[in-house]
């Protein structure tokens, strides 16, 4: 998932956590622990997902018709993170099926939790 060279994580981990002078292989053992809380992480994100697909009803094929849905996705790992991006569709994939997961689209979106919070006062103002 991470893409530098394993020198360089000696100096992010010597800067960065105060833990100098590391062998290759403890850098290594780092970057698969790494990768693995990701994996989790966009795996968990993917199930998260399907239930808000659930809830709205656009996990399924309904008379025939196959529901276009634009998922917009924030944050750090989404956007930098090329593998983790590839994790969260990949899972997303697995759970909903090919047919459906061909009208899925994950898109990143600058300052989402803005833009949620906006329209979420927006559709709250409705009912006042």
């Known amino acids: 998932m991470f893409d530098l060279p394993f020198h360089l994580y000696d100096a992010h981990l010597s800067l960065t956590l105060q833990i100098p002078n590391t062998t290759l292989s403890t850098r290594k053992i780092v970057v698969e622990v ?16 399907l239930g808000i697909l659930k809830k709205t009803g656009r996990d ?4 025939s018709e196959v529901p276009k849905t634009v998922i917009a996705m924030d944050g750090g790992l989404y956007e930098h993170y090329k593998e983790y991006r ?12 090919d047919e459906l997961a061909k009208h ?5 979106s600058e300052d989402g939790s803005g833009i949620g919070a906006a329209l979420l006062a927006a559709s709250h103002s409705q009912y006042i």
């Open 34 to 49: 790494c990768n693995v809380i990701a994996t989790r992480g966009a795996r968990l994100a993917a199930a998260g997902i």
């Open 60 to 63: 399924t094929v309904k008379d």
């Open 86 to 97: 590839h994790c969260v569709k990949n899972t997303l994939n697995e759970l909903v099926g």
């Open 104 to 108: 899925i689209k994950l898109i990143h």
